[in-house]
């Protein structure tokens, strides 16, 4: 049986601060040398955070990115390391590093740069022209990035149908939106079923900004059975093994695969032209392992770590927490205020904001007026106890009287209505 131990580190870097992700990344290497990996994956631009938008125009902060790499080149010489970064050549490109024996034995280049949505690439990165196939220890790994594995005819076909790739990695950085889970896993299992292949895919987890990331990255069998989960919006270190010779078993019965091995040999690629097939030989180190050779007669597998995902509700509870939580913290905030009034709509945020940061960390300011009811004085002070959130209460009766006299004049002969009433938020603001 040959056997593949995979670590999948699915890590919340910060965008910008590669010093902390960096330590980070040998952070999760080290928990993964200790769990006798062979190999390690992480996300997409692990290294400067994602997405780094305008910072990509600064020339230093390529440099920066660069020398974080180059740091990592020699810490773990004896494990498979595959990390995102920045490649400068004639330009700059969305990378994946390939790290072992300290050297870097590659540098795969995104090909598919998405440019809809919140995606702006084609604004700052050149595509990517080849699909490396990575030769380590007699297996056959191929490697991409994110958006590359949503097209059908991408890299992946390259690698697996052309380059006969039996299990691929995937880094990636892709943003939750309700439903964004079963999506995802949907088409992951199609392509591992079409390729006849592993899949494994590791996903950013945490906020940045407007952008939230849940993780749940995934290890697909070739059957498309989904054999591990990474934590929903938690960093997580995902450790699976995986046998190869089973990836030989299924194409066995894979006629599909056999017609599209057969036009690749009758000159009639069904594949991108302009994709380019790469071989990576990575030789061994020599450095003696406590565990990870590829060849063992054991007949069973290390098992799978499964987190099981989260029911629709929680799910989107989970990624506003995660959104506000992320928010504050990685901009260097301590402590939030906010307006309560007693009402669903600020109740909601409280609760939020108190998962996400303590009840310690959370003010709420009571700014009642001769409108507001005997009822939300009541829900208030409930909130307050429910939550353990520390509320200030502050009357804006006189000020709005005060500002009734003001534009007294001008509501001359006019009945009070809404007008009014709305310049308590004006007060509160």
């Known amino acids: 049986m ?10 919340n870097p910060t965008v910008g601060d590669i010093p902390g992700n960096l330590n980070h990344i040998k952070d999760m290497i080290g928990q993964a040398r200790s769990e006798h990996a062979d190999v390690v994956v ?30 990592l080149v020699g810490f773990a010489p004896d494990l498979l390391v595959m990390v995102g970064f920045v490649d400068r050549r004639d330009d700059i490109y969305n990378s994946a590093a390939v790290l072992y024996g300290s050297k870097i ?42 958006e590359d594995i949503w097209y059908p005819k991408g890299p992946l076909y390259t690698q697996t149908v052309v380059g006969d790739a039996e299990c691929v990695l995937n880094l990636s950085a892709s943003p939750f939106h309700a439903g964004k889970r079963e999506v995802r896993e949907s088409m992951l299992c ?12 590791v996903n950013m987890v945490g906020g940045q900004d407007e952008l939230v990331f849940d993780g749940q990255s995934l290890v697909i069998s070739p059957e498309g059975t989904i054999e591990s989960r990474g934590k929903a919006f938690q960093e997580d270190l ?14 066995l019965h894979d006629p599909r695969r056999r017609k599209d091995k057969l036009s690749q040999s009758l000159d009639k690629p069904q594949w991108n ?20 050779t590829h060849r063992t007669e054991k007949k069973t597998l ?33 402590d939030v205020l906010i307006g309560l009034s007693g009402g669903i709509d600020s109740t909601l945020v409280a609760a939020i904001a108190a998962d996400a940061l303590g009840p310690e960390q959370v003010h709420g300011l009571f700014m009642p007026s001769m409108f507001t009811s005997q009822e939300s004085y009541e829900d208030v002070l409930k909130l307050s106890g429910t939550l353990k959130i520390s509320v200030e209460t502050i009357p804006i009766g006189g000020s709005f009287e ?24 004006r007060i509160r603001g």
């Open 42 to 71: 992480f996300p997409e631009l692990a290294l400067t955070g994602y997405p780094p938008e305008d910072l990509l125009l600064k020339p230093s902060f390529i440099d920066r990115n660069l020398r974080a790499l180059e740091e």
């Open 302 to 334: 290390v098992k799978s770590a499964f987190s099981p995902p989260l029911d629709r509700l929680a799910e989107i509870y989970e990624a506003l927490v995660t959104g506000v939580r992320d928010y504050v913290r990685k901009n260097h905030f301590r």
């Open 273 to 292: 032209q302009d994709d380019v097939l790469v071989t990576w030989k990575i030789e061994e180190s020599g450095r003696t392992r406590t565990s990870g």
């Open 402 to 425: 005060q500002f009734l006299q003001i534009l007294a004049p001008l509501f001359q002969d006019r009945p009070r209505d809404t007008t009014e009433e709305n310049l308590q938020s």
């Open 238 to 251: 995902i450790i699976t093994e995986i046998d190869l010779d089973h990836v030989f078993r299924v194409r």
């Open 105 to 146: 034995q590659g540098i795969y280049h995104k090909q598919y740069l998405p440019n809809y949505g919140v995606f702006d690439e084609n604004r700052y990165f050149q595509e990517g022209m080849e699909s490396p196939v990575i030769e380590f220890r007699s297996i056959r790994l191929g490697i991409n990035i994110c």
């Open 190 to 201: 199609t392509r591992a079923v079409d390729s006849a292949c592993y899949i494994a895919y």
């Open 2 to 11: 040959r056997k593949l131990k995979l670590a999948l580190a699915q890590t």
